[in-house]
């Protein structure tokens, strides 16, 4: 397990974290590249958009997860919709969701007045049907699972 508070400056260094428990649990080449850049999406985000830090944590159930939270307004929508198709770049940005959501295996996100959680999963073996992930207190997930 790994949880770590993040800012703008610390994002690479959460990330090369992350990598090495990654590493450890067994994932590697391709997958490890991709469920990597999904998370830091999701960590850039909660920087850029989500009150300018957020936190991370990590852990291994039977397969990984990695839940990034900010401390943003949110969404208007508690359980927001992730784009299914690749977004038009704009200068705000648009294409950290979808980019997260094409890589892991799957996204949920949740967002209320304390700000976002986006929840990734990634199967060791391969990209299986994964089921919703349960935290690492065992409380079920929190939203809709897109593969």
Request: aromatic share 6%; with cysteine; hydrophobic share 35%.
């Amino acid at each position: 397990m790994l949880q770590a508070e993040f800012d703008g400056d610390q994002v690479a260094e959460v990330r090369r974290a992350l990598t090495e428990c990654l590493l450890v649990a067994g994932l590697t080449g391709e997958r490890l590249d991709d469920f990597v850049t999904a998370v830091n999406e999701a960590m850039t985000n909660a920087v850029r958009h989500g009150g300018g830090r957020g936190e991370l944590r990590f852990w291994r159930r039977r397969h990984l997860i990695c839940e990034i939270r900010d401390y943003g307004r949110g969404f208007g929508d508690p359980q927001p919709t992730v784009p299914t198709s690749r977004p038009r770049p704009s200068a705000s940005g648009g294409m950290g969701l979808w980019l997260a959501q094409e890589l892991a295996d799957s996204i949920e996100v949740r967002s209320d007045a304390d700000g976002v959680r986006v929840r990734l999963s990634m199967a060791v073996t391969g990209p299986a049907d994964v089921p919703a992930a349960s935290g690492p207190d065992g409380t079920a997930g929190f939203g809709p699972s897109h593969a």
